[in-house]
């Protein structure tokens, strides 16, 4: 029997014991998700996801408590990367902007990583059996490892500040879109998950009609606003990678 696919278009929209037994996809394309999928192609050992700046910090100061506890010996080289608001955090290595993670900044360092929406998306997630990363840059990888699987599927779309945001809603179209094609009789279990199959439809017909679409939404108005219009376009190109990020909830760690 094939497995059912509900999109959550917020996290606040579903109770963390709904993801017990399944696969959760997180969803910030704009642009948690993407700079993970990036940070990782270019060579950095794990991405730790933190809820806060000062969890952050805290993990980067040598001989903490926190960072005995994930395993983070005295010389490991670590950066500190992530934004609030869309900008950089003050004493912070890195932006959110995936292409500043270069194999000549993090290859074989540890990223400690916190964003305003999407490392909160994660944590809600973490009662699912299995947590994935999922972007535009791994669009079919993602599909492929969702065709391969029997557990529940749960497309958990970060959002905007709290609001449901169209870029993430558009990938999660995407996917389910996807998976149709692999596996036609697999149940679409909620009504959000139909709303995004069609937002995917009707914004996908070609690619002008795409890139619109990431630019008209929430948060790539957002970013347009701040100047990042680079980083919208970015993160709309499709398949540059072809692996899955994996976040190990023992270890707080993102790999692939």
């Given at each position: ?80 990367g992530g934004e609030r608001g869309g900008v ?49 840059v791994n669009l079919s990888a993602v599909i492929e490892c969702l065709t391969n ?108």
């Amino acid at each position: 029997m094939p497995p059912n696919i509900n999109v959550h278009l917020l996290p606040v929209l579903f109770q963390p014991k709904e993801l017990l037994g399944g696969t959760a996809v997180i969803i910030d394309i704009l642009r948690a998700s993407t700079t993970i999928c990036h940070a990782l192609d270019a060579g950095a050992s794990r991405v730790i996801p933190c809820l806060t700046v000062e969890e952050a910090r805290e993990l980067s100061t040598v001989g903490s408590a926190v960072r005995t506890k994930l395993n983070l010996d005295a010389n490991e080289q670590v950066l500190l990367g992530g934004e609030r608001g869309g900008v950089k955090i003050e004493g912070f290595d890195l932006t959110n902007t995936p292409t500043e993670y270069t194999p000549e900044k993090v290859k074989d360092k540890t990223v400690l990583f916190t964003t305003t929406n999407g490392t909160k998306a994660l944590h809600h997630s973490a009662q699912a059996e299995e947590v994935i990363i999922g972007a535009f840059v791994n669009l079919s990888a993602v599909i492929e490892c969702l065709t391969n699987q029997n557990r529940p599927i749960h497309l958990v779309c970060a959002g905007t500040n709290g609001a449901i945001s169209g870029e993430d809603v558009l990938f999660a179209g995407a996917v389910v879109a996807g998976l149709l094609k692999k596996k036609p009789n697999i149940e679409l279990e909620n009504d959000s998950t139909r709303l995004a199959l069609d937002f995917w439809r009707s914004n996908s017909q070609n690619e002008a009609q795409f890139r619109q679409a990431m630019l008209d939404s929430q948060g790539g108005r957002n970013l347009q606003k701040l100047g990042l219009t680079a980083d919208i376009e970015r993160a709309g190109d499709r398949d540059l990678f072809d692996f899955v990020p994996i976040w190990n909830k023992q270890s707080n760690a993102i790999t692939q």
